[in-house]
């Protein structure tokens, strides 16, 4: 079983960067496809990106397109999300996931998930 650990949230003005980190432990994180999402209060968890195994690969919703990058790096047992010119709008608890069979953007085809890591943006 895996275990994953998300870091690098915090607060944020508009037009900054943050990097989040989603480190695993039991289990290699090569095995798994993994992802972003995110969950504002009152609404459901959205997909924000993802990324294949070899980390060829990768999907992003049309929010973040262009301003989000997603990586990984499986000698590290870690995945990261460079996420630029932040807007209230990404304002959100930020879950990493790991998926063996996952579809990639829907929540519910991943097997683990972090506990979250708060990203707040001010206007």
């Known amino acids: 079983q895996a275990q994953l650990i998300e870091s690098g949230g915090g607060l944020a003005q508009t037009g900054e960067s943050l990097r989040l980190s989603c480190t695993a432990s039991?289990?290699?994180?090569?095995?798994?496809?993994l992802g972003w999402f995110r969950q504002a209060p009152g609404k459901e968890r959205e997909f924000v990106s993802a990324?294949?195994?070899?980390?060829?690969?990768?999907y992003y919703a049309d929010a973040v397109k262009g301003r989000f990058t997603i990586s990984r790096d499986n000698a590290k047992n870690t995945m990261y999300l460079q996420m630029n010119f932040l807007t209230p709008k990404d304002t959100a608890v930020y879950y990493c996931?790991?998926?063996?069979?996952?579809?990639?953007?829907?929540?519910?085809?991943?097997?683990?998930w972090g506990q979250g890591t708060q990203v707040t943006v001010s206007s």
């Open positions: 996931g790991a998926g063996e069979f996952s579809d990639y953007v829907t929540w519910r085809t991943y097997d683990y």
């Open positions: 039991g289990r290699a994180l090569s095995e798994y496809i």
């Open positions: 990324i294949g195994r070899t980390g060829e690969t990768t």
